[in-house]
């Protein structure tokens, strides 16, 4: 996971014509369109959904990083919907939140912290990354993202008209010395550094201590905001947690951290919060007001209820487990089947596994493999979808957590199938 030239993505080096592939050629001419929307790239990750929901095969879906339906607590939530969603719950609520959430979110989420003025309640952790970008970035302002990175996030920091800097990760995270580098090459001062510190989508890798400490000592020297976005932090199955920015320097005004239910409870829901200075949160009410009025109210009825029966901290160590197990089963087929012909990130947690094609493999790239695999019936998400300016054509992401280990089996049968073909061509 290295490029050694600064690599910054700007709005202007972007396909000229982005709406094109969206809603027609004629779009320019047709519509009186910002020009805002020629940061609006899409999301290759999101539209992978409705892409193989059009199949009509049977697919193995490594690509979407969501959670395994089965262990999605259905049952529970709707048991919980007929109890505790009343008239109340289906108007208009509170622009930060439902009350009784923030009050469980700030008392058993927000680690060092217990300030529920600090908390925001958010329509899932996209949000969180938008109100983010839209409050800390001006057109043309830099900003530093990791790559490979969640391209939904450098996505919205383009959308702003943000200079996207991309710095490597190797196996402990952002590679920290690359980052001052590339900053003094380009001679600018970031505005925000955008990080996924634990097992971080897409590599899996996470960020060492010693690196989230200069991290926030650059922060502090360049007085730019860390964007600490850790929807997969709880889900670690191996090794020893390593403390988070808030826990290092407590309530430090310029980390600003999104979280999610989406990856522990279920993404449909679309109930996330912000972690952030309760100086900034009558401008995050307000950049709120601007977008969606407040969260989906019976959506935060149903996970504040759910977080109170007190089944919570089980399900997530059910999680552990098995995710784990399928890492594990995801680590055992990708031997079996490819063997050294790739080379893989080896995650304590999360949802994701890097895989990069070695030897004569790596003159495969991953975007034709793609089109390959998804006609032999396996899906995954092809590097550069996962870099703002399209790099990692010999690498992409594998989800493990979303299939069982006999379907990861196989799919990938059927990835060394199509790497086989991808390779004769
Ligand atoms: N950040 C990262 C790193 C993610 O992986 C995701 C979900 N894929 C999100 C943010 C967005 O989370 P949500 O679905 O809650 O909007």
């Known amino acids: 996971m290295t490029s050694n030239k600064p690599l910054i993505t700007t709005v202007r080096s972007l396909d000229p014509n982005p709406t094109a592939g969206i809603s027609g050629p004629a779009d320019k001419g047709l519509f009186p369109l910002a020009s805002r929307a020629d940061g609006l790239v899409g999301s290759v990750i999101d539209s992978s959904t409705s892409l193989l929901a059009a199949q009509t095969h049977d697919i193995v ?7 395994a339906a089965e262990v999605i607590p259905t049952e529970e939530f709707r048991e919980i919907a007929g109890e505790v969603l009343t008239d109340a ?5 509170a622009t930060e939140g439902e009350p009784d959430l923030i009050t469980t979110v700030t008392e058993q989420f927000s680690s060092a912290s217990s300030d529920p003025e600090r908390i925001v309640i958010t329509s899932g952790g996209m949000q969180g990354l938008d109100l983010a970008f839209k409050l800390f970035t001006d057109p043309g302002d830099l900003v530093v993202v990791e790559s490979p990175t969640y391209t939904n996030g450098s996505g919205t920091a ?5 200079d996207v800097l991309e710095v490597p990760v190797d196996d402990h995270g952002m590679d920290i010395d690359a980052l001052e580098t590339l900053v003094a090459e380009s001679g ?7 990080t996924i510190p634990n097992f ?4 899996g890798t996470t960020l060492s201590e010693d690196r989230r400490r200069r991290l926030l000592d650059l922060a502090h020297r360049w007085g730019a905001m860390i964007l600490d976005d850790d929807p997969y932090g ?5 090794g020893d947690p390593v403390p988070g920015f808030r826990e290092i320097n407590p309530d430090d005004p310029l980390v600003f951290s999104v979280r999610t239910f989406s990856k522990i409870l279920a993404p449909g829901l679309r109930v996330g919060w912000i972690n952030a200075d309760p100086r900034l949160r009558k401008l995050l009410i307000a950049g709120k007001q601007a977008m969606d009025t407040c969260a989906n109210v019976p959506g935060q009825h149903i996970v504040n209820a759910y977080i109170n029966r007190g089944g919570y901290g089980d399900h997530l160590t059910s999680l552990r487990t098995e995710y784990k197990r399928r890492k594990e089963a995801m680590d055992a087929s990708i031997a079996r089947h490819l063997g050294d012909r790739v080379r893989t990130t080896n995650p304590d947690g999360g949802f994701f596994l890097w895989v990069t094609l070695q030897g004569d493999d790596a003159r495969v790239a991953s975007p034709r493999l793609f089109e390959i695999a998804l006609a032999e019936g396996v899906a995954f998400i092809p590097g550069p979808s996962l870099s703002p300016s399209g790099q990692f054509q010999d690498a992409f992401r594998l989800c493990f957590a979303s299939s069982t280990p006999e379907r990861t089996e196989e799919g990938l049968q059927r990835l060394a199938r199509a790497l086989d073909i991808a390779r004769k061509e």
């Open 61 to 67: 879906r490594f690509a979407m990083g969501a959670p």
């Open 89 to 93: 719950s289906f108007t208009y609520g």
């Open 158 to 162: 383009l959308s702003y008209g943000a």
């Open 188 to 194: 600018r001062v970031p505005r925000m550094i955008y």
């Open 200 to 203: 971080q989508n897409p590599s």
């Open 234 to 238: 709880a889900l670690r199955f191996s």
